[in-house]
């Protein structure tokens, strides 16, 4: 990778939640204050990550959704017209097969995009 397609890295984080109001009328709560201040805290948290390993990610590139992680992933793919999707995968440490979790299996079914697990 050269240093000029970091540029073109978009980061997704989804936090798995069951049906929210907002996600049933199409948008964020934008007058909740708890919503707004724990959407600012997992972004600046995350993005912290992300630098602190060496991953800098531009705040208009980061995305942060909550629902179902594979319906996001798999949108925001479209919308980028992504070539590669990253997913990070939980394998159990029982699973002799070591076979990728329900999230990647989900993200693999029904992609254009190519997927690459990375075990995490």
Request: proline share 3%; with cysteine; charged share 25%.
């Amino acid at each position: 990778m050269y240093p000029e397609d970091l540029g073109k890295i978009h980061v997704v984080h989804v936090i798995k939640t069951m049906m929210r109001v907002d996600e049933v009328s199409g948008g964020e709560d934008a007058h909740d204050p708890d919503f707004q201040r724990e959407k600012n805290f997992t972004t600046r948290k995350v993005l912290e990550l992300l630098n602190s390993a060496g991953l800098g990610c531009a705040v208009d590139k980061f995305h942060l959704a909550y629902g179902e992680p594979s319906y996001h992933i798999k949108r925001l793919a479209r919308e980028i017209n992504a070539d590669l999707v990253i997913v990070g995968s939980h394998i159990k440490e029982d699973d002799w097969m070591h076979l990728p979790g329900a999230t990647t299996n989900c993200v693999i079914q029904g992609i254009s995009s190519d997927v690459m697990a990375v075990k995490v």
